[in-house]
Structures are given as structure tokens and as C-alpha cells.
């Protein structure tokens, strides 16, 4: 079975740093591209951004709001994804899933974490 | 970046109904689009994929369509389990984007 556990969220001060993690399991990790995605309260879903998997480069995404400011990383030791987020903003203040992309014709978000709050306070 | 539109936002219906909730592109996006329900304080699910391939283990009541920029997700015979809110996404080109999302309420 699929499951992508997240975890690292909470309240932080605007201006700090957050790391959250993605543990995975139940399929092969090494060929799994997975995305960030957040929802802020109320809102509808917002990409963040993904990394490839290690045989595809391992390289990133991001979307315009985050970049610079979050990256998005992977150890193939311990199946898990990772979301460092710097320079936290008001508007960073969502919950945050983890997904894996896959792809059948198209792209897709096919399995997703249960997702972790993060609530940037001033 | 792709806009995706959906209407109407939120929908009313009774259990047995047949819903259709539409998903436009800024522009065209081929067959390049995803429908996800999402239920309150849960992730969300992947419906539909490809405009309208039907995910494994999703009920033949869900049902998609189009191309382009216009796309409609239909259920057919809305069961109670179907209240949740349901959300387009574009993969024809990163970043990924997604509609405002269409709630659908018990009338």
C-alpha cells in the first residue's frame, strides 16, 4: 500500500525557517517524482513545487511565489522528501501535502500525504 | 502561467442528481487535464485523469469530457458520499495549476 506521511509542520514566526518532511513507502521510491502542493485556509490547491526522481536528474521545480525562498530535496536512504522553507511569509501559512506524480499520457497527482499545517504568525 | 476557471463555485443538488461542473484553460491545453475531490480535513483524491480516464477504484458515476480550453466533470446519480469539493488541474505545463475548486452541497 501507497503511503506518504508528512511531517515538521507548525507555527512559526514570519521571516523563520521550516524543513517538512515526506516518508515514503509502499512502492519504488527511486523513480518517484513528488510534488508539494498547499492549501491555504479556504483556498483552492496551489503547486509548490517537485523534485524528479534521482534516475530523471533529481533536479527541481518551483513555483513563482516560493522560489528563492523554498527548497525542495531528497535521501533515497530513508525514502523521504523534504521542503525546507526559509524566509516564511504570512501567506506561506497553508497545509502543505506531499504528492507523487504520475503519468499515464498526462501528469498527474496520484497519491498524497494527509498533510501538514504550517501557520506563519507575525 | 495557465488559468483554469471552474463554474459554478458552489452547487446545490440532491442525492440522485446528475451534476456537471466545468473547468476552462486560459488556454489550450490539449487533453492535459486532472479532476480531484477533496473532502473537509482530507487530502485530496484523484478522480480523472487525462480529461476523461477514469482512475483505478473511482465509481463509472464520475464521468469526464473535453479538450482544448472547456472540460466537464459529470456524476451521475449523486451518491451522499459525493458532497466534497471537486478541482481541476492543468499538466500541460509547469508550474501546475489548479481551479478554484466547486463545492458540492446536499440541497
Given at each position: 500500500e501507497v503511503q506518504l506521511v508528512e511531517s515538521g509542520g507548525g507555527l512559526i514566526k514570519t521571516g523563520g525557517s521550516l524543513r517538512l518532511s515526506c516518508a515514503a513507502s509502499?512502492?519504488?521510491?527511486?523513480?518517484a517524482w513528488v510534488s508539494w502542493v498547499r492549501q491555504a485556509p479556504g483556498k483552492g490547491l496551489e503547486w509548490v513545487g517537485r523534485i524528479r526522481s534521482k534516475t530523471d536528474g533529481g533536479t527541481t521545480d518551483y513555483a513563482a511565489p516560493v522560489k528563492g525562498r523554498f527548497t525542495v530535496s531528497r535521501d533515497e536512504s530513508k525514502n523521504t522528501v523534504y521542503l525546507q522553507m526559509n524566509?516564511?511569509?504570512?501567506?506561506?501559512?497553508a497545509v502543505y501535502y506531499c504528492s507523487t506524480e504520475g503519468f499515464n499520457y498526462v501528469w498527474y497527482f496520484d497519491f498524497w500525504g494527509q498533510g501538514s499545517p504550517v501557520t506563519v504568525s507575525s | 502561467d495557465i488559468q483554469m476557471t471552474q463554474s459554478p463555485s458552489s452547487l446545490s443538488a440532491s442525492v440522485g442528481d446528475r451534476v456537471t461542473i466545468t473547468c476552462r484553460a486560459?488556454?489550450?491545453?490539449?487533453?492535459n487535464l486532472n479532476w480531484y475531490q477533496q473532502k473537509p480535513g482530507k487530502a485530496p483524491k484523484l478522480l480523472?485523469?487525462?480529461?476523461s480516464s477514469l482512475q483505478?477504484?473511482?465509481?463509472?458515476r464520475f464521468s469526464g469530457s473535453g479538450s482544448g480550453t472547456d472540460f466537464t466533470l459529470t456524476i451521475n446519480?449523486?451518491?451522499?458520499?459525493?458532497f466534497a469539493t471537486y478541482s481541476c488541474q492543468q499538466s500541460?505545463?509547469?508550474?501546475?495549476t489548479f481551479g478554484q475548486g466547486t463545492k458540492v452541497e446536499i440541497k
Open positions: 509502499g512502492f519504488t521510491f527511486t523513480y524566509s516564511l511569509k504570512t501567506e506561506d501559512t | 486560459r488556454q489550450n491545453i490539449n487533453r480523472i485523469y487525462a480529461a483505478n477504484g473511482v465509481p463509472a446519480s449523486l451518491q451522499p458520499e459525493d500541460y505545463s509547469t508550474p501546475w
